[in-house]
């Protein structure tokens, strides 16, 4: 799952092989959509699978005891170090990896709609003189 609100990217520990080993000095603690505090587990350096591509990071992991939809999240520090671009009109991600330009469909959640933007006339004010 992609969030560009999201300011780590991070894995559930179930999906990780039981030999996989992970680095616990690399500990964070972030805040939640909902306001709770979440503490990782530590950082883990993991291969990105996309097509016949395997892009090395390193992502926080996290207990299955966290509300998420998927198996993790690509956040900002993702997509910034990929240099990555969201297109809301067609629905993609797009980023380069190894000079390979990557361009991703973005699917919506069941359940997950969003909202309707409707155009607010603002009236300017003008300080009193």
Do not use: N, W
């Not at 291969?47 to 390193?58: D, T």
């Not at 005891?65 to 067609?90: N, S």
Request: charged share 30%; hydrophobic share 35%; net charge positive.
């Amino acid at each position: 799952m992609v969030d560009s609100g999201a300011d780590i990217s991070f894995i559930k520990s179930e999906k990780l092989l039981s030999t996989a080993e992970f680095e616990p000095k690399d500990r964070v603690r972030v805040k939640s959509v909902e306001g709770s505090m979440i503490e990782t587990h530590g950082s883990l350096e993991t291969q990105i699978l996309e097509g016949e591509m395997s892009m090395p990071y390193r992502l926080q992991l996290v207990s299955k005891q966290v509300d998420l939809r998927g198996d993790g999240i690509l956040g900002r520090d993702f997509l910034q170090a990929m240099r990555a671009r969201i297109c809301y009109r067609e629905k993609v991600l797009i980023f380069q990896f190894e000079g390979l330009c990557v361009r991703k469909k973005l699917m919506s959640l069941p359940g997950v709609k969003l909202g309707t933007r409707k155009d607010k006339r603002v009236k300017k004010t003008h300080p009193a003189s």
